[in-house]
């Protein structure tokens, strides 16, 4: 993979220090109805748009799911660095997938993450959930070849896959990255936290990628919980010995619903035209 600025920093770290890692990927649905209207009470424009395969209303007002998992991510991040041990111990990576996978965020130590990266994520059409699982897979693969090069002890790392909709990106590319994840659960006890988010999300394909864990759905768990659990994990697991794996229980943190019932429950997208803030939901 070429040597960009994050891995460069990466392997002067592990040139100077021998800590022990966890690396983390997230793998991001950023696809354009990723934008998911959280909230009730959204006003309709009498507007309509077509994205992602689908035909939507404008509406002005609320809150989308986007926009929660960016904070969910600043939560996590903000957590890490918190803890002295989690700083050095996490090396956390970002790709997003949409109409193509893109590389947000190489292999960084908390200390070394750019403050203002989350919110440089944005969103396009598709949702190509093979090519950005794959692009995930080679940095992963490639963040282990260089600590075994770096003789550099590491937890099970995990891979965390957010997603909103039905893959219809390339069929090879998905089942060719099923096959990666099964080859590195064997061999590097990878861990896959499947999240679905909204009434649109393929279950079963997230089910299958994480070797049939269930998929915990955004609408019924607390996100800013979600990412303090996942960064507790992290806590944890960095004071452990040996190979002990220490999973994410993230269904423990389930809510109670504050949105609306599945029949009204939207696809969304946030923008800014003409200095308006608006979303808009699903057209049925």
Request: proline share 2%.
């Amino acid at each position: 993979m070429p040597r960009t600025k994050e891995r460069y920093s990466h392997e002067e770290g592990l040139r100077k220090d021998g800590t022990k890692r966890l690396p983390i990927c997230f793998c991001l649905d950023t696809s354009g109805s990723m934008q998911t209207n959280l909230s009730k009470g959204s006003k309709r424009t009498g507007k309509s748009i077509f994205v992602d395969g689908k035909q939507y209303r404008v509406v002005e007002e609320g809150v989308s799911a986007m926009s929660e998992l960016k904070r969910g991510m600043r939560i996590f991040l903000n957590n890490l660095e918190k803890d002295k041990m989690d700083a050095y111990a996490a090396e956390v990576s970002i790709v997003t997938f949409d109409d193509y996978a893109r590389s947000i965020l190489d292999y960084s130590r908390i200390a070394d993450i750019p403050s203002d990266i989350i919110d440089d994520i944005s969103t396009r059409d598709n949702t190509y959930m093979g090519e950005g699982i794959n692009m995930a897979l080679d940095k992963l693969e490639d963040c282990i070849a260089e600590y075994h090069r770096y003789n550099i002890d590491y937890y099970s790392p995990w891979l965390v896959v957010m997603s909103d909709g039905k893959p219809n990106g390339s069929d090879y590319e998905l089942q060719a990255a099923k096959m990666r994840i099964q080859g590195l659960q064997k061999r590097e006890n990878l861990i896959v936290i499947p999240v679905g988010i909204g009434k649109y999300a393929d279950k079963q394909t997230l089910s299958d990628l994480a070797k049939g864990e269930e998929v915990t759905s955004i609408f019924e768990i607390d996100f800013e919980k979600l990412f303090q659990t996942m960064s507790n994990t992290v806590h944890n697991e960095s004071k452990l010995m040996g190979g002990t794996v220490v999973r994410p229980n993230i269904n423990k943190y389930m809510k109670e619903d504050n949105f609306e019932d599945d029949n009204h429950m939207s696809d969304t997208k946030e923008n800014l035209m003409n200095g308006e803030y608006f979303v808009f939901d699903d057209w049925e």
